[in-house]
């Protein structure tokens, strides 16, 4: 289906919109995001954000490769933190599973009524800087794309009570992710004023 009826839609999107204001009101919305879903959420009739996430820092329990739940996550942060916090959550682990420290950048998930819309919201934010950005399902519920960002980091910091990284690497570190959220920051600012001066 690459058409969603509009009667139909209209009721989709009123659920999304409602979850949204109910989020924000909750304080469950990155703050650092919200001008650019509110904006995504006004600027046209036939699309709508479904979940969100400005970029992170993550200190995650994994036990075996390519697990990454909810559950999993042993601390997060959605903007950049001092590195003396982030390395004092490293050594105070002392968990069976590695610690791995994960940098993430933008993701957002946009509903769309029609596969033409999908098409061109994904174009803007390839265009914007969002390489990674694709359509990533079809379905009656509407076609979903996905608005990613290219910034990615996983490395094991700690197994048991080993370190697995150099106290060194702590300045490098703090390099790494304040130029990722300084990208997540203008990459934002560039998709918002594409989505300002061009139709959808």
């Known amino acids: ?28 919305v990155d703050d650092g995001i919200i001008p650019l879903t509110n904006l995504i959420n006004k600027i046209d009739p036939d699309i709508v954000t479904t979940s969100s996430c400005y970029g992170r820092i993550l200190l995650l329990k994994i036990r075996d490769l ?8 042993y601390m997060k942060w959605h903007h950049p933190i001092d590195i003396d916090v982030l390395w004092r959550e490293i050594e105070r682990y002392t968990g ?26 994904r174009n803007l934010g390839i265009e914007a800087g969002y390489k990674y950005s694709k359509i ?14 290219t910034e990615r980091l996983n490395m094991p910091v700690k197994s048991g009570d080993k370190l697995l990284i150099k106290p ?9 992710y304040l130029e990722m959220f300084n990208r997540i920051e203008n990459r934002k600012k560039r998709f918002m004023e594409i989505l300002k001066n061009k139709n959808l």
């Open 66 to 73: 390519g697990e990454k739940r909810i559950e999993n996550i």
């Open 136 to 149: 990533l399902s079809i379905s009656q519920k509407g076609i979903t794309v996905e608005i990613s960002g």
């Open 1 to 28: 289906m690459t058409t969603i009826p509009i009667t139909k839609w209209r009721r989709i999107r009123r659920y999304h919109l409602d979850k949204y204001a109910r989020a924000l009101r909750k304080g469950e």
């Open 96 to 121: 069976g599973e590695t610690l791995w420290l994960l940098l993430q950048s933008t993701i957002i998930h946009i509903k769309c009524r029609t596969l033409d819309k999908a098409v061109k919201i």
């Open 168 to 176: 060194e690497m702590r300045e490098t570190l703090k390099m790494i």
